[in-house]
Each structure stands twice: as C-alpha cells, then as structure tokens.
Nanobody, 115 residues
Framework: QVQLVESGGGLVQAGGSLRLSCAASGSIVSINAMGWYRQAPGKQRELVAVITSDYIRNYADSVKGRFTISRDNAKNTVYLQMNSLKPEDTAVYYC?????????WGQGTQVTVSS
C-alpha cells in the first residue's frame, strides 16, 4: 500500500515563502506523473502543479511564476516551492499521482497566508 505524506505547511504572511514536501512510501515518484493539489474551504480540490517522469512541468495559471514543482527520485519525494504567497493560496495541499488515485490521498498539509 502506497502512502503519501505531505509536510512543510504553516502560517506565513503575504509575500512569504514555503516549501512543501511529499514523501512516498514506494517508488511511484520516479515512474509516474505527480501532482500537487489544494482544497480551500468551501471549494473543490484543484490541481496546482504537475511534474512528469520526464521532468515536464505544468502549473495552474493562478500560481504560474510563483510556484515550482520538483522531484527527487532517489528520495521518492516531490516538492513544491511556493514564493510570493497570497491570501488566496490558503488551502490544504495534497500530493498524488496525476491523474490522482483515491487510495493515495493523504492528510495534506495546511497552508495559511495572512494579509
């Protein structure tokens, strides 16, 4: 059973930065496209960033130029560097395959950006 554990969230002021990590229990990071998703209160979960096994990256328009997704296959870990954070980035952030599998959703990590 694959487990994905997100960490690195916290409370930050607008304009600040955070780096999220997603550690996988298996080797899925190196062989699959991986994504970061987020869910804000009262909203549907949305895809924020994707990185393929060939290191092709794509971002939601709302985070383009501010967020960077990366992966370390040796550590089975995916990262999300978030800069110039805005209050609207406040959400619980999750990682999963792209497309996601229901069994892989973890607890997520809370990111709160104050104005």
């Amino acid at each position: 059973q694959v487990q994905l554990v997100e960490s690195g969230g916290g409370l930050v002021q607008a304009g600040g930065s955070l780096r999220l990590s997603c550690a996988a229990s298996g080797s899925i990071v190196s062989i699959n496209a991986m994504g970061w998703y987020r869910q804000a209160p009262g909203k549907q979960r949305e895809l924020v960033a994707v990185i393929t096994s060939d290191y092709i990256r794509n971002y939601a328009d709302s985070v383009k130029g501010r967020f960077t997704i990366s992966r370390d296959n040796a550590k089975n870990t995916v990262y999300l560097q978030m800069n110039s954070l805005k209050p609207e980035d406040t959400a619980v952030y999750y990682c999963n395959k792209r497309p996601p599998l229901n069994d892989y959703w973890g607890q997520g990590t809370q990111v709160t950006v104050s104005s």
